[in-house]
């Protein structure tokens, strides 16, 4: 109670008073109505940031049909996402600050959302939406934290933070393993296309999460073309020197996701959905590399406005005003509460939200609305942002309708309203922050009874002796150098249920290492088995990269049938050991996939 009461006095100095007050959730609606519900297409870019759009103002590309989602709908000029990809995704799916939901790194299982957190695609589908996910999902890979146990029909893609090859990669489609079809994000979108046409007389709930401008850059020759020599008009502003090819691989990949949302938005006119599909663009942080951002400071990673700044776009057509913006201050954690106050079905969630419905801002022409902070955190640093201020992560603060670029602190001069900012900093991260390291101690699942396949990938397993991962970002990569015995790779899991399991290995071997020897076991159970195929292939993505990554290359890796094996439920080491090698080395390792048999 004394937090509370000690919150509302420092927000009442600001002028703040919404935050004290309850929140109210949308009246629950009939099963008949629900049929008559609007389409939801969710449409998140990766790395991309406010000032790649035309619409913003970049005039180094030409983004079409996003900008003409803008003038055709509503534009959020003020809106704010974390600084880096899993906990802006957290935060989309949940309506709540992603320090909540057990969310404290973006790769080796700490990016995925606590068990007990309710989604948004688990709130639509419980109001009778059919839902899909065709992307980069970054929230968790094995059941129940694989996207088709949090409310997720239907998904494909991948669900690691980054991947190595964006052309015909290795994907999953709801968690068997697949090969993608020509460059990743057109066909991201050919699914999304497909899923449309096929729901087109139901309710349905769309999630695009692409994965560019992520690097890898790489992007179609169409696309490149247009760039690979292209002088820059603007360029960044500070002092940090801008890679100008990287600059230009990003917006060649951003014109790439402007092709394919005029994609969607014509296959909704083919459809004649284009009246009841409310569709939502963004990005997941600010952008990836120092280059023209309307003069912000900071890019991912920061928790600066140039970090968290995103655009959020809404079109409905003949629902939403058109042209619209709308300058007050929103957050991620609002789309959540705001699609379902749109689609006026119930919320359903679990816990108490930190969103707000945006829809007053959204249809009202003078809509009562109070001001509000929003707060930005990542790696230790934490921002806060007022309609017109900004405390940044040292504590200086920032005007920032005079001076978006942060230069000048105003903490001397405002100590009032610096000091009832910094408190509230530090009662927001005593709030949120969680009390123990639970998190950080989460094996990773294996064999849900309710789900056929468990993906042990090399990102989350940990290496023993000599041997070495293939780069030390660890989302794409694998296992490699593994020359003795004595060497092994161990994952930390827990066995949901007892089942008999059929196990695949995907690995590359020389030709001279056929009849390594190695042995898959936990606990008292294990399976033997012998390579007699050799694969060697050469690794891929320098000869498609735009500019020099810092990702792992990848190969084609094939699978490997070990057999089957019986699991005993409860927590333990899943290792694999390596029992002989003929020559120099067992095997480069990718991935286990476990099948449920029983």
Same mark, same amino acid.
């Given at each position: 109670?004394?937090?509370?009461?000690?919150?509302?006095?420092?927000?009442?100095?600001?002028?703040?008073?919404?935050?004290?007050?309850? &929140?109210?959730?949308?009246?629950?609606?009939?099963?008949?109505?629900?049929?008559?519900?609007?389409?939801?297409?969710?449409?998140?870019?990766?790395?991309?940031?406010?000032? %790649?759009?035309?619409?913003?103002?970049?005039?180094?590309?030409?983004?079409?049909?996003?900008?003409?989602?803008?003038?055709?709908?509503?534009?959020?000029? #003020?809106?704010?996402?974390?600084?880096?990809?899993?906990?802006?995704?957290?935060?989309?799916?949940?309506?709540?600050?992603?320090?909540?939901?057990?969310?404290?790194?973006?790769?080796?299982?700490?990016?995925?959302?606590?068990?007990?957190?309710?989604?948004?695609?688990?709130?639509?589908?419980?109001?009778?939406?059919?839902?899909?996910?065709?992307?980069?999902?970054?929230?968790?890979?094995?059941?129940?934290?694989?996207?088709?146990?949090?409310?997720?029909?239907?998904?494909?893609?991948?669900?690691?933070?980054?991947?190595?090859?964006?052309?015909?990669?290795?994907?999953?489609?709801?968690?068997?393993?697949?090969? !993608?079809?020509?460059?990743?994000?057109?066909?991201?979108?050919?699914?999304?296309?497909?899923?449309?046409?096929?729901?087109?007389? #139901?309710?349905?709930? /769309?999630?695009?999460? *692409?994965?560019?401008?992520?690097?890898?850059?790489?992007?179609?020759?169409?696309?490149?073309?247009? *760039?690979?020599? &292209?002088? /820059?008009?603007?360029?960044?502003?500070?002092?940090?020197?801008?890679?100008?090819?990287?600059?230009?691989?990003?917006?060649?990949?951003?014109?790439?996701?402007?092709?394919?949302?005029?994609? $969607?938005?014509?296959? /909704?006119?083919?459809?004649?959905?284009?009246?009841?599909? =409310? $569709?939502?663009?963004?990005?997941?942080?600010?952008?990836?590399?120092?280059?023209?951002?309307?003069?912000?400071?900071?890019?991912?990673?920061?928790?600066?406005?140039?970090?968290?700044?995103?655009?959020?776009?809404?079109?409905?057509?003949? &629902?939403?005003?058109?042209?619209? #913006?709308?300058?007050? +201050? @929103?957050?991620?954690?609002?789309?959540?509460?705001?699609?379902?106050?749109?689609?006026?079905?119930?919320?359903?969630?679990?816990?108490?939200?930190? !969103? &707000?419905?945006?829809?007053? =801002?959204?249809?009202?022409?003078?809509?009562?609305?109070?001001?509000?902070?929003?707060?930005? #955190?990542?790696?230790?640093?934490?921002?806060?942002?007022?309609?017109?201020?900004?405390?940044?992560?040292?504590?200086?603060?920032?005007?920032?309708?005079?001076?978006?670029?942060?230069?000048?602190?105003?903490?001397?001069?405002?100590?009032?309203?610096?000091?009832?900012?910094?408190?509230?900093?530090?009662?927001?991260?005593?709030?949120?922050?969680?009390?123990?390291?639970?998190?950080?101690?989460?094996?990773?699942?294996?064999?849900?009874?309710?789900?056929?396949?468990?993906?042990?990938? @090399?990102?989350?397993? $940990? @290496?023993?002796?000599?041997?070495?991962?293939?780069?030390?970002?660890?989302?794409?990569?694998?296992?490699?150098?593994?020359?003795?015995?004595?060497?092994?790779?161990?994952? %930390?899991?827990?066995?949901?249920?007892?089942?008999?399991?059929?196990?695949?290995?995907?690995?590359?071997?020389?030709?001279? %290492?056929?009849?390594?020897?190695?042995? /898959?076991?936990?606990?008292?159970?294990?399976?033997?088995?012998? +390579?007699?195929?050799?694969?060697?292939?050469?690794?891929?993505?320098?000869?498609?990269?735009?500019?020099?990554?810092?990702?792992?290359?990848?190969?084609?890796?094939?699978?490997?049938?070990?057999?089957?094996?019986?699991?005993?439920?409860?927590?333990?080491?899943?290792?694999?050991?390596?029992?002989?090698?003929?020559?120099?080395? +067992?095997?480069?390792?990718?991935?286990?996939?476990?099948?449920? $048999?029983?």
């Amino acid at each position: 109670m004394r937090n509370i009461l000690v919150k509302c006095m420092a927000l009442a100095i600001l002028g703040l008073p919404l935050a004290c007050k309850e &929140k109210t959730k949308p009246e629950s609606t009939s099963n008949t109505q629900r049929n008559h519900k609007p389409n939801i297409v969710l449409i998140l870019a990766d790395d991309q940031g406010w000032g %790649d759009l035309g619409i913003t103002g970049n005039t180094n590309l030409a983004t079409p049909n996003i900008d003409a989602m803008a003038k055709n709908g509503v534009m959020f000029d #003020h809106f704010y996402v974390s600084p880096v990809c899993s906990p802006t995704r957290a935060e989309l799916l949940t309506g709540r600050y992603f320090p909540r939901v057990g969310v404290y790194s973006t790769s080796s299982g700490g990016e995925r959302l606590n068990l007990d957190e309710t989604t948004i695609a688990e709130v639509f589908r419980k109001a009778g939406y059919a839902t899909a996910a065709y992307g980069k999902w970054h929230n968790g890979m094995q059941p129940p934290y694989h996207p088709n146990a949090r409310g997720f029909d239907d998904f494909y893609g991948f669900c690691s933070g980054h991947w190595g090859n964006y052309f015909s990669p290795m994907l999953e489609h709801n968690g068997e393993i697949v090969k !993608g079809n020509g460059f990743i994000i057109d066909d991201l979108t050919n699914k999304g296309l497909e899923f449309m046409a096929r729901k087109k007389e #139901h309710p349905f709930f /769309l999630y695009l999460p *692409f994965n560019t401008p992520h690097s890898p850059m790489q992007v179609p020759d169409e696309f490149w073309n247009k *760039f690979r020599d &292209k002088e /820059l008009a603007m360029k960044y502003h500070g002092e940090e020197e801008e890679n100008e090819n990287f600059t230009r691989a990003a917006l060649a990949m951003v014109e790439n996701i402007d092709y394919n949302v005029g994609r $969607v938005l014509n296959k /909704l006119r083919d459809l004649q959905l284009e009246e009841n599909t =409310l $569709v939502i663009y963004l990005s997941d942080n600010g952008p990836n590399g120092w280059r023209w951002n309307a003069g912000m400071r900071g890019k991912k990673g920061s928790t600066d406005e140039g970090g968290v700044r995103s655009p959020l776009v809404m079109q409905w057509k003949n &629902k939403l005003p058109k042209g619209k #913006h709308i300058s007050q +201050i @929103a957050s991620s954690i609002d789309v959540l509460p705001t699609l379902t106050d749109l689609a006026q079905i119930e919320m359903n969630t679990q816990k108490p939200l930190d !969103g &707000k419905s945006l829809k007053p =801002l959204l249809m009202g022409d003078n809509a009562s609305w109070y001001d509000r902070v929003v707060y930005n #955190h990542w790696n230790r640093s934490t921002s806060i942002r007022t309609q017109k201020y900004r405390l940044d992560s040292e504590d200086r603060l920032y005007d920032m309708e005079k001076d978006g670029g942060q230069t000048t602190d105003l903490s001397g001069k405002l100590p009032q309203l610096a000091d009832s900012l910094k408190q509230l900093k530090r009662d927001w991260l005593q709030e949120v922050m969680p009390k123990s390291k639970e998190t950080e101690d989460r094996p990773f699942t294996l064999g849900h009874p309710d789900y056929v396949y468990t993906q042990i990938p @090399a990102r989350d397993g $940990v @290496a023993h002796g000599n041997i070495e991962r293939s780069n030390r970002h660890p989302n794409d990569t694998f296992f490699t150098y593994w020359k003795s015995t004595k060497d092994s790779i161990s994952w %930390d899991v827990e066995v949901l249920a007892d089942g008999d399991f059929e196990v695949e290995l995907y690995y590359t071997a020389k030709e001279k %290492d056929l009849g390594s020897q190695f042995e /898959l076991r936990l606990g008292e159970s294990s399976l033997k088995a012998t +390579i007699t195929k050799a694969h060697d292939p050469p690794l891929v993505g320098a000869e498609r990269d735009r500019d020099p990554r810092i990702e792992s290359f990848t190969k084609d890796f094939i699978p490997m049938v070990l057999g089957k094996i019986s699991l005993k439920k409860g927590r333990g080491n899943l290792v694999l050991q390596a029992l002989k090698i003929p020559e120099e080395e +067992i095997m480069d390792m990718r991935l286990l996939l476990f099948k449920r $048999v029983d």
